[in-house]
């Protein structure tokens, strides 16, 4: 490795934040709808690649929204219907959004330069902006939002985020938000397997959260130069401690795109005093999967702290969620 990586993975450090409330969720996904879905999915290994159904949306609003966009617009609703809030409750300047994704505006692209129906009035949705920019016009969201991209680091990093946020009293509530559509580039994302376990699942899943009960979760990241040990092994470490510090969570989640990862997290959890629990996604939800993960486990009450991880590329990241979730 060489000198600047070395520094650079021996300076990471964690940064912590009042954990925040989940207050409403809303799934979509090509397992089913909700956290009940994935749950049901786990121990199969159907098709390589399992769509989500088109929800049908009303008004002027969505006639030529992308598929994208109303994905994530009905993953909101059904956060905040779950939530017991109306849809007028998000409007204004004290809700933020992020919005995380991998597969970004990969779909509405394509759609755009190939479709003979395609004209300007679409050329809005082909910016990386569209799905999130969608949603705050649906919704009337004039908060602060930030779009990431990278699958599932880019999720756990969104959640950093929102609690920074709520923490810090910019918003009352933050809605974090992941989208990811395949069917249409799926040449493109067959041809970049090794990124992902099969099967690849299609999905929205949004969570709305307020500030929590003041309990602290922790996040840290960290590039490695290649995925290959001792890189990875040096990376995963060194995330984890400034994540875990002496203890070790009740569950590790190991959420999106393991490649180049997996053995070295195995054996850096394997070396602490006590094993834990570990489950992982039936298949490949990008930067859905934290969000499926964290959403099934408020459903069921687990005990925690969870520790989710995700890697994507060569970015290895950690987030520490502690109990309780709701």
Do not use: K
């Amino acid at each position: 490795m060489n000198r600047v990586a070395s520094s650079a993975i021996a300076g990471v450090r964690a940064a912590h934040a009042p954990a925040p409330r989940i207050a409403g969720v809303g799934l979509l996904t090509g397992w089913g709808e909700g956290p009940a879905a994935l749950a049901r999915a786990r121990g199969n290994t159907p098709a390589s690649l399992l769509a989500v159904p088109t929800p049908a949306l009303g008004g002027e609003r969505f006639r030529r929204a992308t598929r994208e966009c109303l994905l994530a617009a009905a993953a909101v609703r059904a956060a905040t219907a779950e939530a017991g809030l109306d849809e007028t409750a998000l409007a204004g300047e004290r809700t933020g959004m992020l919005y995380a994704s991998a597969t970004a505006y990969a779909a509405a692209n394509r759609a755009f330069l190939e479709d003979e129906a395609s004209t300007t009035l679409h050329f809005p949705y082909t910016a990386p902006s569209a799905v999130p920019g969608e949603v705050t016009i649906a919704f009337g969201i004039r908060g602060p939002y930030l779009n990431l991209m990278g699958g599932g680091p880019a999720a756990l990093q969104a959640l950093w985020y929102a609690a920074r946020w709520l923490a810090a009293g910019q918003v009352d509530r933050v809605l974090v938000l992941a989208v990811e559509t395949v069917h249409e580039v799926w040449d493109l994302f067959g041809r970049a397997r090794r990124l992902y376990r099969r099967p690849l699942v299609e999905g929205a899943a949004c969570l709305l959260l307020e500030p929590g009960d003041g309990a602290s979760l922790a996040w840290a990241s960290a590039t490695a130069p290649r995925t290959a040990r001792p890189h990875a092994d040096r990376v995963v470490g060194a995330v984890l401690d400034a994540v875990l510090g002496d203890g070790t969570p009740a569950t590790v989640a190991r959420c999106s795109g393991t490649h180049g990862f997996g053995r070295a997290e195995a054996a850096a959890l394997a070396g602490r005093r006590r094993s834990p629990a570990v489950v992982s996604g039936p298949g490949e939800a990008m930067a859905c999967g934290p969000l499926l993960e964290l959403a099934e486990a408020r459903s069921r009450r687990a005990p925690g702290p969870w520790l989710l991880t995700a890697a994507w590329r060569n970015d290895y990241s950690a987030l520490c969620w502690p109990t309780p979730m709701a």
